[in-house]
């Protein structure tokens, strides 16, 4: 596997993936809340059922406004519903002066279905035993799927494509749409660097083979932003550097700039 499709388990001896390098990240609540708990409460569905009803995402304080419940205990229904991939939090680039607005918006979130772990793991199997370097082909899978016609991008990618590429962070946008939706909970490094995955939809695969599925991921987010055109790529993923946090890194391509302004 080549160093730009790389993946690592975590911070290793002499690497310079540290705690440094995931300082200041959003933390993501509590993890391994069950889809029924996270919508047991009456509360916490109305705000998820607000945020279905919108096509734009919303800041606390438009969702806090809408539901009639104060803005502390909004966020806290936010952090739970983000947590368990009913919704994602990101930040937007600010019209003027001032910090990036915080909005949130729903995705479609996974429901747990035994017949599609079971197919997952059969092809899983496949990769792992009959390819010569499953990793590799993790990573054609995953942006195979992105760029076929079914793929997560959908109008938005075959628009982009027909146009022109899209900006930077337009990019990023539809890629973070695309991990909220599959239940990742991903969000924009402050620095825009790095996407942190505060869940992962797929852990038990990925704790046992993360060569090939975390290969996978990173080939759908390569796939994604190939076919929109973006002047970024995702460079590598690093799996589990928190019980709650994988990080995929973004950079421009080779052209003598290693970050993404």
């Known amino acids: 596997m080549t160093q730009s499709q790389s993946t690592e388990r975590g911070p290793v001896a002499g690497s310079s993936t540290s705690s440094e390098s995931i300082k200041g990240h959003p933390t993501s609540g509590r993890s391994g809340l069950s889809h ?22 919303l800041g606390v304080g438009e969702i806090a406004q809408h539901v009639g419940l104060h803005q502390n205990t909004v966020r806290s229904h936010l952090d739970l519903l983000v947590d368990s991939g009913y919704a994602m939090r990101r930040s937007e680039a600010p019209s003027g002066p001032g910090r990036p607005r915080v909005v949130y918006e729903a995705t479609a979130a996974p429901e747990g279905d035994d017949s599609y772990r079971l197919l997952a793991e059969v092809l899983l199997q496949h990769l792992v035993t009959n390819c010569e370097r499953p990793g590799e082909a993790g990573v054609q899978a995953g942006r195979s799927w992105a ?24 990019a990023i946008s539809a ?12 969000e924009l490094s402050a620095d825009g660097t790095s996407i942190y995955m505060h869940r992962c939809p797929f852990r038990e695969l990925a704790e046992s083979h993360p060569d090939v599925v975390c290969s996978a991921h990173l080939g ?12 970024i790529s995702a460079t590598r993923i690093l799996p589990l550097v928190e019980a709650d946090l994988c990080i995929t890194n973004l950079a421009r391509p080779a052209n003598g700039h290693d970050q993404v302004p």
């Open 147 to 170: 760029g076929s016609p079914g793929g997560p991008q959908g109008r938005e990618a075959a628009e982009a494509a027909i146009t022109a590429p899209v900006e930077q962070y337009a």
């Open 220 to 231: 759908m987010i390569q796939g994604a932003l190939a076919e929109l055109g973006a002047p």
């Open 175 to 186: 890629v973070l749409r695309m991990l909220g939706d599959i239940g990742f909970a991903p």
């Open 36 to 57: 029924h708990q996270a919508l047991a409460s009456a509360s916490r569905m109305a705000v998820l059922e607000l945020l279905r009803s919108r096509a734009q995402p």
